[in-house]
């Protein structure tokens, strides 16, 4: 049975969660009996709703009433604020009445006597004030005797006191002509005790007779002079550290000439850290026994240290970067590294000193207030301090004085920021290495057969991606996801620079002169008189294009490992964003803050992964098409190695249509000085022709001509035996004069429809197209590369063309524009050719004079050649 429904109700004050108390309310029950069937528990809740009913219509009507006493009761209360604000009035009236009265029933006897007891008493307060001035000016009369005294009974406490009274009474003399003189005395007091301490300060500090340097620091803080107490501990416990930096002799860091065979700074670092961390749990034991503020004491012991060492630790790590040249960025990664590890040891040690109980308390009782004020830097006297003269004041490389009482536990900083410097130029360092690395590659890999150039760009690939995913490791490690746009470039160049290597080399292999001995294997091809060179030659194009759409998947894999590891690094800066404390970009506040405010963190750092952190998927359709600027998502990062790509796989079918329409581009290397376009016999026929109007395609072709059209009637025949190679598929828009038509259709219809994570696992996978399709794509593009040959190459070079020849042109460009219609090519430059060609004198003559400008080439050309215009050239 459910619990009472006024208990019910009154429970329901106790709990903040509205579902636990539903929860309890039903299933409490008289001796801690559960619900038993649904049944029950249906009627405890149409009970329990009811009652909610109930008690929401009794607090409504509480509420109504309340509401109504509220609004009757407001304008009652503006008339009591009314009554009493006239009765304060009146009062404040009937006081001064009082007060007059009471004034003049005062005998004027009595109130001459309260008025001269007035004037005494000024006169007491500032005869007392004046007794007070006179003592303090006979007190410094006697300040150098009495100082010196108790310097000579080396009651050095008491000569604190007393040089810290007389330093309170300076305001005394404050505007006046005796301030100088005075604040000069006390300085030189002052320094005579700092002197007098100095030796034995020193000897308590190296015996770390914790109670006499404690004194002393209470002394020292007395007379204005805490900073130079910091300096002569800071001084003496670091001395044996810093000599330890100076005297190492290392190899990587030796002076110019002289070749060191000590130890290299990497291998010297971990065990200069390990005695500072030996020496700071020391301290963490000391400092707190000395200073009011252990843990700024301790960062600011750090930061001495630091500033301390000579050469400094900037200096230290550009000999590095010197010595080891291209390798800097793998030493320098390798030093950062150890330097964290130190700084989590000193986290921690800092945490401990910060929550350990100390006897600070007994401290702050002994030493007055105004004397420590942790976190603040008190105003450094007149002279300049002994100890900072003679031991502690040193130069960093900047030239500035060390200033040892730093504001804030700013240690971490300090430590990390000889670093900022190597990592806002990590771009050019990671490039350094990875341009390094490229040459070992290509230098240990002996140079092959030109037939297996395809094995060893595929290998060499290997290695180079390898290379290239090894740098994601380095710029985590070094700037922790700041050098993102850096690494981007690094990477994009240095694959673009080993895919133009490849490049180059095709280019200038292209440009060798070629054998001119027919090959036997070319008896099948009519027209087509390839050479053994030449079929070599094609094997090794459709090689490199085999290997090239190997390495571009390669570069699509590696694309995809990139975008995700830059996504990680969004996704660690967004929670960093969110909440620093629990997701740090670092293990050290300091080198975030450092990294923070570097020029690395810059708008397009976020903007890269903005970009970065989405959809990674990207067909190689989208590579081809290459911009990568159609679509919101899978923005292309490496555009410049992409575009490489596509430059090396346009050079090898460059190089694979030179040697395919080597044949037919010799067919034609002599039409252009034929005979046939001057002859007589030919013009007197031509001339008949003309007079007759003969039309000119009832000429025969000429036999280059029939030559070069069988060519391009078996060059069907020449792919059919490589029908099955799909390396001729490979980047099919980078084809010289390629049918963009064609090809956008042919690649919708190679990418089918999918879902998008689909494609994500099959990124890598290049889009197989229909052989046909393949083939028909190059035979039009090889048809135009010969025909753009034909027109800008070998027609210009015809030096005169009589009747005759223009008809046996008009015949030749006439059974070529037909014969290349079968492979789908059409050409308007070539039928501009035959239009112009077929026109007799006077209608060329009459067009030339028609026309508005000379920028028509083809009619240019026409005209000289028929000597229309002698102008022309």
Avoid at 743 to 772: F, M, N, Q, W
Wanted: glycine share 4%; charged share 20%; hydrophobic share 40%.
């Amino acid at each position: 049975m459910s619990l009472p429904t006024a208990e019910a109700l009154d429970s329901l004050e106790e709990y903040e969660d509205l579902t636990a108390w539903i929860n309890d309310t039903l299933t409490a029950a008289e001796g801690d009996q559960s619900v038993e069937s649904l049944t029950e528990l249906d009627q405890q809740i149409t009970q329990l709703i009811a009652s909610l009913d109930i008690a929401c219509e009794d607090t409504s009507s509480q509420l109504e009433r309340t509401i109504d006493d509220v609004s009757r009761g407001i304008p009652r209360l503006t008339y009591d604020l009314h009554f009493i604000k006239d009765s304060a009035v009146s009062l404040q009236s009937s006081l001064a009445t009082v007060h007059a009265r009471s004034q003049a029933v005062i005998p004027d006897t009595t109130a001459s006597a309260l008025e001269q007891l007035k004037r005494l008493d000024t006169m007491k307060e500032h005869m007392e004030a004046a007794r007070e001035v006179l003592r303090e000016a006979e007190s410094w009369s006697t300040l150098e005797l009495e100082v010196t005294s108790l310097l000579a009974e080396r009651n050095y406490a008491k000569a604190a006191s007393r040089l810290s009274e007389a330093n309170k009474s300076m305001v005394v003399f404050q505007n006046t002509p005796e301030y100088d003189p005075r604040r000069t005395l006390l300085v030189n007091l002052q320094n005579q005790l700092e002197a007098s301490l100095s030796s034995a300060l020193v000897a308590a500090i190296n015996e770390q007779n914790l109670e006499t340097c404690r004194g002393y620091f209470f002394i020292f803080s007395n007379i204005q002079r805490e900073v130079e107490f910091r300096n002569y501990y800071y001084g003496s416990r670091r001395a044996a550290l810093t000599s330890m930096w100076h005297e190492a002799e290392l190899s990587d860091i030796a002076p110019e000439g002289n070749k060191s065979t000590g130890e290299t700074f990497d291998e010297f670092l971990p065990k200069f850290y390990a005695s500072m961390l030996a020496l700071l749990n020391q301290e963490r034991s000391s400092i707190p026994a000395i200073f009011p503020d252990p843990a700024h004491s301790l960062s600011a012991f750090i930061s001495s240290i630091l500033a301390a060492l000579q050469p400094t630790f900037s200096q230290r790590l550009a000999s590095i970067s010197s010595h080891y040249g291209d390798l800097a960025l793998k030493e320098l990664i390798s030093v950062f590294r150890v330097t964290e590890e130190f700084a989590i040891g000193v986290a921690k040690l800092m945490d401990k000193i910060q929550y350990s109980a100390v006897s600070s308390t007994s401290l702050d009782t002994e030493m007055p207030p105004t004397t420590i004020n942790p976190g603040h830097t008190r105003k450094r006297s007149m002279r300049m301090s002994i100890s900072l003269r003679s031991s502690v004041t040193r130069s960093t490389s900047g030239g500035q004085k060390l200033q040892l009482l730093a504001d804030g536990l700013d240690w971490d900083q300090e430590l990390f920021h000889p670093f900022l410097e190597f990592q806002a130029d990590y771009g050019s360092l990671e490039r350094r290495f990875l341009d390094h690395t490229l040459r070992e590659i290509v230098s240990n890999e002996t140079r092959q057969k030109e037939s297996d150039q395809a094995r060893v760009f595929r290998e060499r690939a290997i290695d180079i991606f390898g290379a290239a995913e090894e740098s994601l490791a380095r710029y985590t490690a070094f700037t922790h996801g700041y050098g993102s746009v850096a690494l981007l470039q690094a990477l994009d160049g240095f694959l673009k620079s080993f895919i133009d290597m490849w490049t180059a080399d095709v280019s200038f292999a292209s440009s060798l002169p070629q054998s001119t001995l027919q090959d036997a294997a070319s008896e099948d091809l009519s027209g087509l008189d390839y050479t053994s060179q030449d079929w070599l030659n094609i094997q090794t194009m459709l090689h490199l294009l085999s290997s090239a759409r190997s390495v571009y998947e390669r570069m699509t894999s590696f694309e995809v490992k990139l975008r995700s590891n830059l996504a990680q690094t969004a996704n660690k800066f967004r929670l960093y964003r969110e909440d620093p404390a629990s997701f740090p970009i670092t293990n050290s506040k300091g080198a975030a803050q450092i990294l923070e405010q570097s020029s690395l963190n810059s708008a397009d750092l976020h903007s890269l992964l903005d970009r970065a952190d989405v959809d990674p998927s990207q067909s190689r359709e989208n590579y081809l098409r290459h911009s990568g600027h159609s679509s919101n998502t899978g923005e292309p990062l490496l555009t410049d190695a992409r575009s490489a790509m596509s430059d090396f796989a346009k050079a090898c079918q460059v190089s694979l249509q030179g040697t395919i329409l080597s044949p037919l581009r010799q067919h034609l290397a002599s039409y252009a000085s034929s005979s046939i376009w001057t002859t007589t016999a030919q013009e007197s026929r031509n001339a008949t022709f003309n007079d007759l109007q003969v039309p000119t395609f009832s000429l025969s072709p000429s036999d280059i001509i029939q030559r070069v059209t069988e060519g391009l009637l078996n060059l069907p025949r020449l792919f059919e035996v490589y029908a099955d190679d799909d390396a001729l598929s490979f980047s099919l828009q980078t084809l010289p004069y390629a049918d963009p038509e064609l090809l956008k259709g042919a690649l919708e219809a190679s990418v089918p429809d999918a879902p998008t994570h689909s494609r994500r696992h099959s990124i890598s996978k290049a889009a197989t197209l229909d052989p046909e399709t393949v083939s028909t794509a190059w035979l039009s593009s090889l048809g135009q590369s010969l025909l753009v040959h034909l027109t800008t190459e070998v027609l210009p070079r015809i030096t005169t063309l009589n009747a005759g020849g223009a008809a046996q042109l008009a015949s030749d460009l006439g059974y070529l524009s037909n014969v290349i219609r079968v492979i789908n090519v059409e050409s308007e430059e070539l039928e501009l050719w035959k239009e112009y060609v077929e026109l007799n004198d006077d209608v060329g003559k009459a067009k030339i004079g028609a026309r508005s400008d000379d920028e028509d080439r083809v009619l240019n050309y026409v005209a000289r050649m028929r000597g229309w215009q002698s102008t022309l050239s």
